[in-house]
């Protein structure tokens, strides 16, 4: 296996050979001025005819269940969504995907990109628990091994098979904030998260609001979700914390009730964009032990993105605007509020959003219930959430481990 997941062919082994070769000769080269290729996606001497120019073949092996193909046909649509690549079904052309059923891992990589993998990926194996992957920027951890396609894979996928070309600049939608025009629709934008309207200088239609902040920190409440069992589709909400021109916005997470910790944050968490580069995945947390983390902005915007597909999840967080300064090493000192704290409640209207899922969590037909009353039944997919972390009390709330794998982390 090639990285832990991948089964290559003999030629792929060989491209890889190759370019192993091409890179220790760049860094042993005496010309320090030669540009390092971008390697996000696969560029070798064979590009571009060696990308799917007639579409993405693929075809459904008998071991694939009905769960695998709906998940694929899924993903493939929100890939066909925004960009100019189409899957086609088709068992007969020469190059294709066979998707089938198995019991391997599979391969997830901006921090929020979905080819990433997640912090704890390997820990129970190789570091006792601890994190196996920690990111430059630690804010970032919780954000590894999203399972949501972020902006920058977009792009990438776009720029790889010359979607963007499609769009004569002359003719096409001034984008804003680092967009860049539909390839189906040349005249509105694909935007960063945190981003809409036709040339992303708008909030996101659907459920949230912009909120003025002030010097005094102003308390923010948001609760999301359904209730019940994991979904496949998140709901999210989209709010804007503007400040006057010439601040910046801090951010303080207070409490995130209902943590459920996982890498990735990938049944629910909070999207904080304090970050320079708002094309990039912003700061996620889905856990209250993230409580007391204090962000700051670059700008006098702060996109916040709630999101939950499981249950329900409470964010409080705190805002405030400070002036601009370029030493970001000093905190800004703090300015009592006027009175009793202001408290923004958000009303639960979402929006919902489609997303490559994980494997449903819902119970059995027959459960069994346990003299306390809770159902002794596990998901499908504990035994994975349990080499995450899952059952570490620390991490989740009690009532949270026993509603998704009381078997696995041992409550019957």
Not at 5 to 19: A, N, S, W
Not at 142 to 168: A, M, P, Q, R
Not at 188 to 194: F, M, T, Y
Not at 220 to 244: K, T
Request: aromatic letters at 8%; charged letters at 25%; a neutral charge.
């Amino acid at each position: 296996m090639y990285q832990g997941d991948m089964i290559l062919t003999e030629e792929q082994i060989d491209e890889i050979d190759h370019d192993t070769d091409e890179q220790l000769a760049e860094m042993n080269s005496s010309s320090p001025s030669k540009p390092r290729r971008k390697r996000q996606a696969l560029v070798d001497e064979k590009y571009p005819a060696n990308i799917w120019s007639e579409g993405v073949n693929y075809y459904f092996h008998p071991s694939a269940s009905m769960k695998v193909r709906s998940v694929f046909t899924k993903a493939a649509k929100l890939w066909e969504k925004d960009t100019c690549v189409k899957f086609v079904q088709n068992q007969r052309a020469d190059a294709r995907i066979m998707v089938a059923g198995g019991a391997g891992c599979s391969s997830n990589y901006d921090y929020g990109s979905i080819m990433h993998y997640g912090g704890t990926v390997g820990a129970k194996f190789i570091a006792k628990g601890r994190p196996t992957i920690v990111p430059k920027d630690e804010m970032y951890q919780s954000t590894l091994g999203s399972h949501i396609i972020s902006f920058t894979d977009l792009s990438i996928i776009n720029e790889h098979y010359h979607c963007k070309e499609k769009c004569v600049p002359d003719k096409s939608a001034k984008c804003q904030m680092g967009g860049f025009p539909h390839p189906q629709d040349c005249l509105r934008c694909i935007c960063p998260g945190g981003y809409g309207g036709n040339l992303c200088n708008e909030r996101p239609s659907g459920c949230g609001r912009t909120i003025q902040a002030s010097p005094a920190w102003v308390r923010f409440e948001d609760v999301i979700g359904r209730g019940g069992d994991q979904v496949d589709d998140f709901d999210i909400c989209n709010y804007w914390i503007e400040s006057p021109k010439g601040t910046e916005i801090e951010v303080r997470l207070i409490d995130y009730e209902m943590g459920v910790s996982i890498d990735g944050c990938v049944y629910a968490g909070v999207e904080i964009k304090t970050n320079k580069d708002q094309t990039l995945t912003g700061y996620r947390f889905c856990s209250p032990k993230a409580a007391g983390t204090t962000l700051r902005s670059y700008s006098n915007r702060v996109p916040i993105i709630t999101y939950n597909r499981f249950d329900t999840s409470k964010t409080v967080l705190e805002y405030r605007h400070v002036p601009a300064t370029s030493d970001r090493s000093k905190p800004s000192p703090d300015v009592a509020p006027e009175g009793a704290a202001t408290v923004e409640s958000i009303p639960s209207s979402v929006t919902k959003t489609p997303t490559t899922a994980v494997p449903n969590v819902k119970p059995s037909p027959s459960p069994v219930i346990t003299g306390t009353g809770f159902r002794c039944v596990d998901s499908s997919n504990c035994l994975s959430l349990k080499a995450q972390g899952f059952c570490d009390r620390m991490k989740l709330s009690q009532a949270t481990v026993m509603k998704v794998c009381p078997k696995t982390c041992g409550f019957c």
